[in-house]
T-cell receptor, first 112, second 113 residues
């Protein structure tokens, strides 16, 4: 069984730039959720993709967008980066839209 | 939306002692309560979870209790070991469209040898 993987591991961007983060779900899982974890805080739900459709969204502005591909991998895109976007971005996969979610190692994004 | 509060924010225990972390939630419709352990620089790992139709669940040295009436749940770690040192997060979720997890702010547990 293959676990959840994310790329890149680290990323440094400047304000106003755009970034794309990638996630491959655990083998057999068809749902990917994205979370933002600021330093010293718990993860905050951004959105979820189920069967290639957005299936719920947290309190994040539209400049946070995503995609899910037929192989269930997913991308998180953030436009017009702000300093406060600096965080660890985690994706979690699950089988179906269920509670039990398994996390990837995260992408550490630093916005300068 | 759901609001999860977690206490304490830091916890230092002597090796072999027990550690208890408590969380409260606001949404009475929440019915799934997982606990994640996150070591420095690593991914959150699911260590135990409980659903609202169960009051207590145990897995070796780890147990979780749930009081639906009071809307709180707790993680109990017995016979703590140095490898238990990590940040622990509680979360709550309802069986809704997206099953999103609402997390507490985390508890940093340090086990002193």
């Amino acid at each position: 069984e293959t676990g959840v993987t994310q790329s890149p591991t680290h990323l440094i961007k400047t304000r106003g730039q755009q970034v794309t983060l990638r996630c491959s779900s655990q083998s057999g899982h068809n749902t990917v959720s994205w979370y933002q974890q600021a330093l010293g805080q718990g993860p905050q739900f951004i959105f979820q993709y189920y069967r290639e459709e957005e299936n719920g969204r947290g309190n994040f502005p539209p400049r946070f967008s995503g995609l899910q591909f037929p192989n269930y991998s997913s991308e998180l895109n953030v436009n017009a980066l702000e300093l406060d976007d600096s965080a660890l971005y985690l994706c979690a996969s699950s089988l179906g839209a269920t509670n039990e979610q398994f996390f990837g190692p995260g992408t550490r994004l630093t916005v300068l | 939306g759901e609001n999860v509060e977690q206490h304490p924010s830091t916890l230092s225990v002597q090796e072999g002692d027990s550690a208890v972390i408590k969380c409260t939630y606001s949404d009475s419709a929440s019915n799934y309560f997982p606990w994640y352990k996150q070591e420095l620089g690593k991914r959150p790992q699911l260590i135990i979870d409980i659903r609202s139709n169960v009051g207590e669940k145990k897995d070796q040295r780890i147990a979780v209790t749930l009081n639906k009436t009071a809307k709180h749940f707790s993680l109990h770690i017995t016979e703590t070991q140095p490898e238990d040192s990590a940040v622990y997060f509680c979360a709550a979720s309802r069986s809704s469209n997206d099953y999103k997890l609402s997390f507490g702010a985390g508890t940093t547990v340090t086990v002193r040898a």
